[in-house]
């Protein structure tokens, strides 16, 4: 197969075919061409994912209420990604923080730049333990 030359993403075709790529070099070991690559990959994703996408600037979980309509999914669908539906129901509610795999998994599910996710905010009924 012909290695890609990359570009700047200018549509939504370019966007797939990159994501495409990225995925199936995702676990290139450090200090190979792939894993070169994927970091290129990364760069130009997060740049397409930042010009294109107006994400609000609210909480990490009104971000992923907000993003769970946009793509159509219910809780259920994050629990059944992530594995543990009473979590994700307190994470969604307020009553517990998000954890580093569930910011992976969510930023990954529902197209959302970590960095947004990883965002301090109030819980509920629960005073701050910094």
């Not at 199936?24 to 690559?37: D, L, Q």
């Not at 997060?46 to 971000?63: A, R």
């Not at 994700?88 to 954890?99: G, T």
């Given at each position: 197969?012909?290695?890609?030359?990359?570009?700047?993403?200018?549509?939504?075709?370019?966007?797939?075919?990159?994501?495409?790529?990225y995925e199936?070099?995702?676990?290139?070991?450090?200090?190979?061409?792939?894993?070169?690559?994927k970091?290129?990959?990364?760069?130009?994703?997060?740049?397409?994912?930042?010009?294109?996408?107006?994400?609000?600037?609210?909480?990490?979980?009104?971000?992923?209420?907000?993003?769970?309509?946009?793509?159509?999914?219910?809780?259920?669908d994050?629990?059944?990604?992530?594995?543990?539906?009473?979590?994700?129901?307190?994470?969604?509610?307020?009553?517990?923080?998000?954890?580093?795999?569930?910011?992976?998994?969510?930023?990954?599910m529902?197209?959302?730049?970590?960095?947004?996710?990883?965002?301090?905010?109030?819980?509920?009924?629960?005073?701050?333990?910094?």
């Open positions: 197969m012909n290695k890609p030359t990359w570009f700047l993403l200018g549509s939504e075709q370019d966007y797939e075919i990159a994501t495409a790529r199936e070099i995702k676990r290139a070991p450090k200090g190979t061409i792939e894993h070169k690559e970091m290129l990959l990364v760069h130009l994703i997060s740049i397409y994912e930042n010009e294109k996408w107006d994400l609000p600037d609210v909480d990490p979980v009104k971000l992923i209420k907000i993003r769970m309509q946009d793509l159509g999914y219910k809780s259920a994050l629990a059944k990604k992530y594995g543990d539906k009473g979590t994700v129901s307190k994470v969604l509610n307020y009553k517990q923080s998000l954890s580093l795999t569930m910011i992976r998994t969510f930023s990954d529902l197209s959302i730049p970590p960095e947004l996710l990883i965002k301090e905010y109030d819980l509920k009924g629960s005073q701050s333990l910094t």
